[in-house]
C-alpha cells in the first residue's frame, strides 16, 4: 500500500508528464500556464487514492486523475473572471495575463480534454465514469449559479449556503473519489459512501478557505485575501455573523454588503472587526469539525480494513490544518 506522499507525487508526475503546449499557441498557451502551475493536485490526488483503498490498479485510476484536474482547472479559469479576480497561487490569473476571450476558450477547451482524458479508460468502464464526471460537473456549475444569485440577495440562510458549497466545492471531490471507487471496481454502497465522504470534506474544505481569505496573508494563501468581504460573498462567516450580531453590528454589515462604493480597505478592516468580536473564526472551525466528523462516519462505513482508510483519514487532517 503506497503513502500519502507517494500517491501525490503520482499524481503531480502524472499531469507533469502531458504536454499542454502547441498549436494553435493562442488557444494552448493559457492551457499550459494553468496547469504548470502545479498546486497541490488535491482531485487527482483524490482519485488515486480511492482507487488505492478499493485495491485497484492505479493505472486505470489515472485518466480519470488527468480528467478531473483538468476540469477544476477549467472551472478556475471561469471563476476568476466572474470574480474579476487579480491573481491565483501568486500569479496572475489567465484573463488577466491573456485576455479575457483566451480565457474562455482555453477554459472550454480544457473541459473538452479533461473528456477525452476519460475516454483513455478500461473501455468497460468508460460509460460509468462518463456519467459520474457529467453529472460531478453540472453539480459544479449548479453550485457557482447560486453562489452568483446569492450575491445579489439579502436573505440567504446559512443552510443555503451550505448546500450550495457541497455543490461547488463538495461535488468536485466527491466526484474525484467516486472516479477512482469506479476504476478499482468497488461494490455501489461502497461507492456511494465515499461520495458523502467526499460531499462532507469539500464543505469543511471550504469552510477553511472562507476563514483563510479573512485571516491568511497573501505570502501564505497564494492569492489576494479579504476578497469574500470586497465582493460581498454571502460566506458562513458573513451569514452566522448576521445571526448573532448586535442591532448596530448588523446594520453596519447590512450597509457594507449592500454597496461596492466603499473604500476597500475601510470595508474590510470593519467587517473583520465584527467577525473578530463575534468569535466567528473559532465558530467557523467548530463546524468544519462537524463536517469532518461526518466524512468519518461515511468512511467507516466502507467495506475495506480500517487499515486501508489511513491515507483518507490523513489526507483529511491535512486539509482541516492546512494554511492555503
Known amino acids: 500500500m503506497k503513502t500519502l506522499e507517494e500517491l501525490q507525487e503520482i499524481a503531480i508526475e502524472t499531469i507533469r508528464q502531458e504536454q499542454f503546449l502547441h498549436s494553435p499557441y493562442t488557444l494552448y498557451e493559457p492551457i499550459h500556464y494553468t496547469m504548470e502551475q502545479e498546486g497541490k493536485r488535491i482531485r487527482p490526488l483524490l482519485t ?16 480519470s486523475a488527468l480528467a478531473i484536474e483538468t476540469a477544476h482547472n477549467f472551472t478556475l479559469l471561469h471563476d476568476d473572471i466572474m470574480d474579476a479576480s487579480p491573481l491565483r497561487r501568486g500569479k496572475e ?21 479533461a ?3 476519460l475516454l483513455r479508460s478500461p473501455k468497460a468502464l468508460i460509460a460509468e465514469l462518463m456519467e459520474c464526471f457529467t453529472k460531478g460537473m453540472i453539480d459544479v456549475f449548479a453550485g457557482q449559479a447560486y453562489d452568483m444569485e446569492f450575491e445579489q440577495r439579502n436573505d440567504v440562510r446559512i443552510e443555503e449556503y451550505i448546500d450550495m458549497i457541497s455543490l461547488k466545492t463538495g461535488a468536485l471531490l466527491a ?16 461507492i456511494e459512501n465515499l461520495y458523502e465522504f467526499g460531499i462532507n470534506i469539500g464543505i469543511a474544505f471550504q469552510l477553511m478557505d472562507d476563514i483563510l481569505d479573512c485571516w491568511s496573508n497573501f505570502e501564505e494563501f497564494g492569492k489576494v485575501t479579504g476578497t469574500d468581504i470586497a465582493d460581498n460573498k454571502k460566506t458562513f462567516l458573513y451569514l452566522k455573523s448576521l445571526e448573532i450580531a448586535s442591532k448596530e453590528e448588523k446594520e453596519v454589515l447590512l450597509k457594507y454588503f449592500s454597496s461596492t462604493s466603499f473604500d476597500p480597505k475601510e470595508k474590510e478592516d470593519a467587517v473583520k472587526a465584527i467577525y473578530h468580536k463575534l468569535n466567528l473564526k473559532q465558530i467557523a472551525q467548530e463546524l468544519m469539525q462537524t463536517y469532518n466528523a461526518k466524512a468519518m462516519d461515511s468512511l467507516q462505513k466502507i467495506g475495506v480494513n480500517d487499515k486501508q482508510k489511513t491515507n483518507l483519514i490523513n489526507f483529511a487532517n491535512k486539509l482541516m490544518h492546512r494554511n492555503k
Not at 488515486?48 to 485518466?63: C, Q, R, T, V
Not at 490569473?93 to 480534454?113: E, F, H, P, Q, W
Not at 466526484?175 to 461502497?190: E, F, M, R
Open 48 to 63: 488515486l487514492l480511492a482507487s488505492e483503498l478499493f485495491e485497484g490498479n492505479i493505472e486505470n485510476a489515472k485518466p
Open 93 to 113: 490569473t489567465v484573463y488577466k495575463k491573456y485576455g479575457t476571450d483566451k480565457a474562455i476558450l482555453s477554459g472550454d477547451t480544457m473541459l473538452a480534454i
Open 115 to 117: 473528456y477525452q482524458y
Open 175 to 190: 466526484t474525484s473519489l467516486q472516479l477512482g471507487a469506479i476504476t478499482a471496481q468497488a461494490k455501489p454502497q461502497d
